[in-house]
Structures are given as C-alpha cells and as structure tokens.
C-alpha cells in the first residue's frame, strides 16, 4: 500500500497524536448522516427530548463547519422520517420547528460561509411554518455555491421510490418514454436526489446499525461507518475519524 493511503500525523504540544486529513486523497464528496441519539443523551443528563433535539439542531451547524473546512461538497442530514409522525405530538411540533429555529439562528452565518441549503423528502405534508423557513432559507441561498447542506425532511426511502414510480408510469402513459427505455438513470432522475451525487459515506450515530428507510436506492454502493456516539456529542475528531477510516477503504463498485 503506497504511504499516501495513510493519514498524515502531526504532533500536539499536548503530546497527543492527532490526526490531520490529508486533502489530496480520496474524501468522499457525499456524505449523510443518520443523526440519532438525541433523545438517549437528554436522559442520560436527566433532562427532557427536547432538550436532545435543541443541542442536536446546534451540532448540525457545528458540523456543517467542519464537513466545510474538509471541502466536502454534499452534506445530507435526516431531520425527520416519515416514520417519526408516530412520535408524540408534541415532540413532532418541536421537531417541525427546530427547522425554523435552526435557520433563525444560523442563516446570516450560513450565508456568509458560501452553503447552499437544500431538501429532500415530502415537502408538501409539512406545517406552513415549516415549510416557510426553508423555502425561505433555500431562496436566501441559492446563489451560493459552497457546500450543500441538504435536510432530509419528512423523508422516506420507500415513499420516495413509490412516488417515482407513479410519476414514471405517469410519463408512460403520456408516451414520454417507452417502457423498454425504462432503466437505472431514468429512476434516479425521479427521486428527490436526482441533483446529487450518491453518498460516498453513510455515517450513523448511537450504536444503531439499520438504514431506518434512509436512501436506501442511493446507498448501492455507499460505504458505512458507525459510532456509538450520540449525535449531539458528534464532533470534529469523531468526525474526522469518520473520514480517515473512509480514506483508507477500497470501493470496487462489484469490480475487482
Ligand atoms: C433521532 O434521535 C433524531 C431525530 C428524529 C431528530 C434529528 C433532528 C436533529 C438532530 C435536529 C434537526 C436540525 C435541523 C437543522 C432541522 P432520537 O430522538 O430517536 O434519539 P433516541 O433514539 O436516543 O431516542
């Protein structure tokens, strides 16, 4: 293995070893991150949900900065499944208004850092609130063209696929494609990430290892990396562990 594969070390005037990213190889481009554990770091500090998700919603700008720094280009974040209604109500109402909250709060900044804010999921079924504050956010920042910080909202792989598939059969009817002509590249453009690139690396937090109906389409041939680190306490190094690990894999795609 050539010594480019691995990670430069630098030494801190702590003694400590730390690692430092070397830029020129390999990085993911795409990264997105199953967010979890918020809830389990509230109980361990004996405070409420809500109180998770608050310092959740503050680590995603901390994140944003550092995926940033990496020069990562997509930084897709699940914020709500379609599954999370099931939660109680008033978790759900805080949850459709950290979105808000979030951009209240760190959109100027995120303005001037040159991030383009995105989303994916069924946008429609959102409160008018919710929905308000990201077209708002989306508009504010269309003309930058630095990271793209695209919030998985009320997002589910499989509804995402069906809807495809209506809008496919849509087009069939409509004699705008035969069904032969049907294939791969022609279902990606139906997705909501049809934009994107697929993830290169698909990060967990909290020890849970499942994809819970996140890109399951996109995710083919993503690599995987998990931590049992709640997502509130995901920061640069566990971060940049994330990276490192990711530089040092091969993917062959199903080659040799
Ligand atoms: C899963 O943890 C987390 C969520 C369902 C919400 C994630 C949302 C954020 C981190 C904030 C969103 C920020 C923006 C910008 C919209 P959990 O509640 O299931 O945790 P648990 O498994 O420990 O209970």
Known sequence: MSIFKFPFFKKKQTNKIEHEINHTINLPEHIAIIMDG????AKKRGLPRFA???EGMDNVKKIVQVANKHHIKILTLYAFSTENWKRPKKEVDYLMQLPKEFIHIYLPDLIKENVQIKTIGAFDLLPDHTKRAIEHAIDKTKDNDGLILNIALNYGSRHEIVQAI???AE?????KYEIDAIDESVLSKYLFTSELKDPDLLIRTSGEKRLSNFLLWQSAYTEFW???VYWPDFNEDVFEQALIDYQNRKRRFGGL
Not at 171 to 175: A, E, G, H, I, Y
């Open 38 to 41: 918020n809830g389990r770091w």
């Open 52 to 54: 998770g998700h608050k």
């Open 166 to 168: 209506q809008h496919i």
């Open 171 to 175: 087009d069939v009817q409509n004699k």
């Open 226 to 228: 998990f931590t049992d």
